[in-house]
């Protein structure tokens, strides 16, 4: 279904939720509206291939309609379990929906938690696909320390993330680029500057070098970006 949330002028815009409002539409706008999506999720597939050790717990952390989830299932090695984490009931619901109509060997648990609490163990993967930057700041550090104990030696983080940039110019050159890729997605100015304002307060991105900052401060040695695409990319830190 299409994405056009902001399609009408609104008096109340409110701040960005995760509703059904936005869960029925949450592929079309997440493709429309992050460049290199598609790509990320793919390679998600290709770094459980990799990383993925038998017997232990793969984590995909927000995990929205389950897109990463599918891929981290379809690649996992023998005895896995695979488990996606939402606190939108709106979300997690779709995704049960959507993947228990997928077969495989690999059990698959869909929890309705928030991932700030919710106890990690014995992981050799774990994905936050475009979920810290909603996070709350001050509980950022905690759940990446979190993802550190919990992975196994040799286990891996794939943390994709909006990027704020220190340099003005750098800042300006790029975010006019995503700008031009959604205008190029179809989005108008007017559902661009409403989904702007609505999310404002609620996405606060973080510069690479600040994440690679806390990634460094809770133990990870290896770690760097994998992927990139104007002001969108990701990391991988290995343990
Ligand atoms: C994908 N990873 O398709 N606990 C649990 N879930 C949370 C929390 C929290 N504290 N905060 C936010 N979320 C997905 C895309 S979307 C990214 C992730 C986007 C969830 C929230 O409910 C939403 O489903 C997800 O994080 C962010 O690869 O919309 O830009």
Known sequence: MQDNIFAVPRANLGDFTFDDTVANVFPDMIKR???GYSNIVQAIGMFTKKHAQENTNLYDLGCSLGAC???MRRNAPKNCK??????SNAMLKRA????LNYKSETPVAL???DITTYPLENASVIVLNFVLQFIPMELRDNLIKKIYDALTPGGILVLSEKFAFPDERIKTALYDLHLDFKRANGYSELEIAQKRSSIENVLI???IAKHKER???VGFNSMDVWFQCFNFGSFIAIK
Request: net charge negative.
């Open 33 to 35: 509206s992050v460049p």
């Open 69 to 71: 989830t599918i891929e």
């Open 82 to 87: 695979v488990i996606g984490i939402d606190n």
């Open 96 to 99: 049960k929906d959507i993947i």
């Open 111 to 113: 929890e309705l938690a």
């Open 205 to 207: 991105p973080e510069t």
């Open 215 to 217: 990634l460094a401060q």
